[in-house]
């Protein structure tokens, strides 16, 4: 990570985990626990039933809360779909775009993605947009390529200024709850070419001000060799966010001084 140039964001994805009680607990156990010194920000992506209690109990910290998914359009008849002004309107500061399970099992296109990042962007939500490659693309030497192309497609006409709102997610399907978690280089290595796309879209400002996460398998034994890498800038955490205790070592690793 670089502090100087951009944020550190140490993010949770909970994906289909915790009641709204257990969302309760939780938040209140990391409100009472989580460092004074705000060296990176951090955010609790729940699920959609838990945000208005994530949101009531952290209204007071510095905790942000994020959603996992959005429907690209404003309203319509989309049985059992979430709009971005919805979300917006809970006072969700965050929403997850493009996570591998949401492409892979329940089919959403590079076309749907693009339009979620627009649609999030529209109601003044930060998208963290997910991007990785599966093994086969690794073994075959394409991970950089197949990256460049899904972080081309889904920022498709997303403007300069709008792009200043938006996370990345690195996050290599191999290593999503697997607990085979990339090496550092292999994290700083993809994290550093996602740089350089951004550099190419946007100029080196913005590419240098972009915070670009690793997920897969992170956890508090390996985040400090992680965040580590220049271009690694916090993490985007599903198994190790689930447990309070697992998730603030996480943060207390991001927001050593130095
Ligand atoms: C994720 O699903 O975003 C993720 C990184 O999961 P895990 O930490 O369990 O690999």
Redesign the pocket.
């Known amino acids: 990570m670089n502090r100087k140039y951009r944020k550190t964001i140490i993010a949770a994805?909970w994906?289909m985990h915790k009641t709204p009680t257990e969302t309760k607990a939780f938040a209140e156990r990391l409100k009472s626990a989580i460092p004074r010194a705000k060296r990176c920000s951090i955010v609790l992506c729940v699920p959609f039933v838990d945000i208005p209690a994530a949101v009531k109990l952290l209204k007071d910290s510095r905790i942000a809360v994020g959603a996992q998914n959005l429907h690209w359009d404003a309203s319509g008849p989309y049985t059992g779909e979430i709009s971005a002004d919805m979300l917006a309107d809970l006072d969700v500061k965050y929403v997850i775009i493009g996570?591998s399970?949401r492409r892979a099992l329940f089919g959403e296109s590079d076309l749907m993605i693009n339009q979620k990042v627009h649609a999030a962007l529209g109601a003044g939500l930060r998208p963290i947009l997910?991007v990785g490659e599966d093994r086969q693309q690794r073994d075959l030497g394409v991970t950089l390529e197949f990256i460049t192309y899904q972080l081309k497609a889904a920022l498709a006409g997303v403007s300069p200024e709008d792009m200043r709102r938006v996370v990345i997610a690195y996050?290599p399907i191999w290593?999503?709850?697997?607990g085979q978690t990339a090496t550092p280089d292999q994290a700083g290595e993809v994290c550093s070419a996602i740089r350089s796309v951004l550099r190419k879209l946007y100029g080196a400002r913005i590419a240098r001000s972009t915070t670009i996460q690793y997920?897969?398998?992170?956890n508090e034994a390996n985040a400090e060799a992680l965040l580590n890498q220049e271009d690694v800038d916090g993490g985007?955490?599903?198994?190790?966010s689930l447990d309070a205790d697992q998730f603030l070592q996480i943060i207390y690793t991001a927001n050593q001084d130095g």
């Open positions: 994805n994906k996570h399970e997910c996050e290593a999503i709850g697997t997920g897969g398998s992170m985007l955490i599903g198994t190790a």
